[in-house]
């Protein structure tokens, strides 16, 4: 598949609180590899919950399922030479650890949005930290329930003197890693 698709299959998996740019950053990143003739599918983590994981709700146990069906997803992308972007909170350090570990060794590339929980609640485009903070919604990732940022991503965005660079310029980042590490020619 390699061969003929010119390109390596992995898993970039962007993770970060709610309003860090996740989602953003993903359909950046894939437009910049379409425009470089690779091929990429976006697992987004609100899109997928709409079908795929419609019936799954935010229980530890539901929020466990939930990155496991997405991982298992990623795993067909994997297989099949895509570049497969993920892009959901996944908050648990365990539950990402277990996607690096079922690729091999290199093929996961954890990609952390290190960006403030106050400046997340600024964006708050869906209203949805609002709604936690008045108690409306219960286990909010980053407010009454934790985040564990990871330990070793293999790259960090984050903010610089208060500001985040543009989409673009976060995404030809991981491309340039994507290059670096030979994802973006056939072994």
Not at 29 to 53: E, Q, T
Request: aromatic letters at 8%; proline letters at 4%.
């Amino acid at each position: 598949m390699e061969k003929l698709l010119n390109q390596k299959g992995c898993v970039v998996w962007i993770t970060g609180l709610s309003g860090s740019g996740k989602s953003t950053l993903a359909c950046a990143l894939n437009h910049a590899l379409h425009a470089r003739g690779k091929l990429s599918y976006i697992l987004d983590g609100d899109n997928c919950r709409h079908g795929l994981n419609s019936n799954l709700g935010f229980t530890a146990e539901d929020r466990v399922e939930n990155i496991r069906r997405i991982r298992e997803v990623a795993k067909l992308f994997y297989d099949g030479g895509f570049i497969c972007i993920a892009s959901l909170i996944s908050p648990f350090s365990k539950d990402r650890d277990a996607c690096r570990d079922s690729l091999p060794q290199g093929d996961f590339i954890e990609v952390y949005m290190d960006v403030p929980l106050e400046v997340c609640e600024a964006r708050d485009s869906k209203g949805l930290y609002k709604l936690a903070r008045a108690g409306k919604i219960k286990g909010f990732t980053g407010i009454d329930d934790p985040y564990e940022p990871p330990l070793n991503a293999e790259i960090v965005l984050h903010q610089t003197d208060g500001f985040c660079d543009p989409p673009s310029v976060m995404a030809e980042k991981i491309v340039s890693l994507l290059e670096r590490k030979g994802y973006l020619e056939a072994a």
